[in-house]
T-cell receptor
Framework: AQSVSQHNHHVILSEAASLELGCNYS??????LFWYVQYPGQHLQLLLKYFSGDPLVKGIKGFEAEFIKSKFSFNLRKPSVQWSDTAEYFCAVTPRGYGQNFVFGPGTRLSVLP | GAVVSQHPSRVICKSGTSVKIECRSLDFQATTMFWYRQFPKKSLMLMATSNEGSKATYEQGVEKDKFLINHASLTLSTLTVTSAHPEDSSFYICSAILAVGTGELFFGEGSRLTVL
């Protein structure tokens, strides 16, 4: 069975600090990878996704993620966080060709201090 | 982008009553919708996959008689929590995937259910 792990439960940063949130998955086949964000009081929305091609993908609001196949990882990065990035971040995986079977990680709460 | 809307956003009910939550795709047709439950400080747990015109597919451990799902049209799926108990209190989220699209899930705003 597939599973997704996220390295940190809660990350606290000051504004302008760099961010890296870890995500690892377990699945033997080819996958599509996603990062979703849930801002306080809002619904989940897509930050970025990887299907194929360049393993470094760029998303909205300055976020990017790198897919490292050999490490089964899809870490999320942002060079300089803002207070408005405070949110819950979820990594998700779905097997390629079975696009409906999403598996979510437990989430990482990011708190950015002004 | 595709918009998914849930209603109500918050509902409080007495133990033993039933509650219906609606999930609508506002600007696209969704042949498949998904219902998730989100526990505090935990991830989203897939409860069931709702297919238009057919019975929902429930995940292991989810009581199909307690969580009734109806997907009567291409834009509406409903989740009814029957004979609700305090342990059913949770945040329920629906999502949909475009039949021909980018392969991403679009989420509703979620519905906070509190059972007294």
């Amino acid at each position: 069975a597939q599973s997704v792990s996220q390295h940190n439960h809660h990350v606290i940063l000051s504004e302008a600090a760099s961010l890296e949130l870890g995500c690892n998955y377990s699945y033997g086949g080819t996958v599509n990878l996603f990062w979703y964000v849930q801002y306080p009081g809002q619904h989940l929305q897509l930050l970025l996704k990887y299907f194929s091609g360049d393993p470094l993908v760029k998303g909205i609001k300055g976020f990017e993620a790198e897919f490292i196949k050999s490490k089964f990882s899809f870490n999320l990065r942002k060079p300089s966080v803002q207070w408005s990035d405070t949110a819950e971040y979820f990594c998700a995986v779905t097997p390629r060709g079975y696009g409906q079977n999403f598996v979510f990680g437990p989430g990482t709460r990011l708190s950015v201090l002004p | 982008g595709a918009v998914v809307s849930q209603h109500p956003s918050r509902v409080i009910c007495k133990s033993g009553t039933s509650v219906k939550i609606e999930c609508r795709s506002l600007d696209f047709q969704a042949t498949t919708m998904f219902w998730y439950r989100q526990f505090p400080k935990k991830s989203l747990m897939l409860m069931a996959t709702s297919n238009e015109g057919s019975k929902a597919t429930y995940e292991q451990g989810v009581e199909k008689d307690k969580f009734l799902i109806n997907h009567a049209s291409l834009t509406l799926s409903t989740l009814t929590v029957t004979s609700a108990h305090p342990e059913d209190s949770s945040f329920y989220i629906c999502s949909a995937i475009l039949a021909v699209g980018t392969g991403e899930l679009f989420f509703g705003e979620g519905s906070r259910l509190t059972v007294l």
